[in-house]
């Protein structure tokens, strides 16, 4: 079951997961991974993602996978709310290109919203550097412990 992708064992996720790619980390556990998106679209941007299943999107995930997907990804919320104390949380996932999806393992957004401030476009823009997102990954981390 798909909207068009097959699963590709190279997509950047699963690189981020195997440690090829850098990424800046809220929450590992033997099963998931939670880490700050690059292209931050608002303060405390972040995604959950599995790392065993090859789930594309939302269609295809076994229901075991799910279930501690929506765990980790409500943890995560429950952090970034403590931490950084938005005034809403977007909890976004994207199945398909059509529907927005660039990385074709499936992922759980954690996006805050903060009053009086624009939520930026989706996956576009300058990436953001370690640096600037390890001070915030600390506070999330720090939430969460
Ligand atoms: P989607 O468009 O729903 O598939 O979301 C993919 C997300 O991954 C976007 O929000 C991108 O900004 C983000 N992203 C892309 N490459 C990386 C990366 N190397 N590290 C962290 N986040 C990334």
């Known amino acids: 079951m ?8 190279d997509n950047i996720f699963a690189k981020i997961i ?16 939670a880490f700050m998106d690059v292209f931050p679209q608002s303060k405390g941007h ?16 076994e229901p075991q996978a799910l279930s501690e997907l929506m765990e980790a990804t409500q943890k995560v919320a429950r952090a970034v709310n403590d931490s950084l104390k938005p005034d809403g949380i977007r ?7 059509r529907a927005g999806q660039t990385v074709f393992h499936l992922h759980f957004h954690v996006l805050p919203v903060y009053e009086g401030v ?3 476009a989706h996956a576009s823009g300058k990436p953001a550097d ?16």
């Open 91 to 97: 909890i976004l996932q994207f199945s398909g290109a």
């Open 18 to 33: 195997r440690g090829e790619l850098p990424s800046v980390k809220v929450l590992e556990t033997e099963k998931i991974l």
């Open 130 to 145: 370690a640096e600037s997102l390890e001070p915030i990954a600390a506070d999330i981390r720090a939430a969460l412990s």
């Open 46 to 61: 972040c995604l959950i993602i599995h790392k065993t299943s090859e789930a594309v999107n939302f269609l295809d995930v």
């Open 118 to 120: 624009v939520v930026a």
């Open 2 to 9: 798909s909207l068009e992708n097959q699963y590709d064992s």
